[in-house]
């Protein structure tokens, strides 16, 4: 025990010591303001994204967020699977949860294979190569 307590605190030591994780590595934001008549980048909002691009990413995250719902509900089988204690009811179960935590996987990633697939088939002629992208500049003018 007093090994795992040395290892410990020696770790503890190396990760807070090191100037990645520490606040030596700390600098200031930049505060400098932007020149007169432009818009700040990389404020987070989508400028210019079409609908099309809009639908696509709600559906990839959607699917993702189910993805890693399912990915819990295999963890959470594995660990009942661990302390089923040889109950042959509770090994079923566990195992029954696993497997179709497991096809459950698999259709969320042939529903995210197809949904960018009809997607991207559907509108691909939609999009104009001269489309007018809606951003601050476009409306303020």
């Given at each position: ?49 079409s ?12 699917l ?73 500049s476009?409306?303020?003018n």
């Amino acid at each position: 025990m007093k090994i795992f307590l040395i290892i410990v605190a020696l770790l503890g030591i190396m990760i807070f010591t090191n100037p990645e994780f520490s606040l030596a590595s700390f600098s200031p934001p930049d505060a400098t303001l932007p020149e007169a008549g432009t818009i700040p980048g990389d404020t987070g909002i989508f400028e210019g994204t079409s609908l099309i691009e809009a639908i696509t990413i709600i559906i990839n995250w959607a699917l993702g967020f189910v993805g890693i719902f399912i990915f819990g509900i295999f963890l959470y089988a594995g660990f009942e699977y661990a302390t089923s204690g040889g109950d042959d009811t509770k090994v079923q179960a566990a195992t029954k949860r696993m497997v179709n935590a497991v096809i459950g996987l698999i259709i969320t990633f042939f529903a995210f294979v197809a949904s960018n697939a009809v997607l991207s088939f559907v509108f691909q002629d939609s999009v104009e190569e001269d489309e007018v992208k809606a951003n601050i500049s476009n409306i303020s003018n």
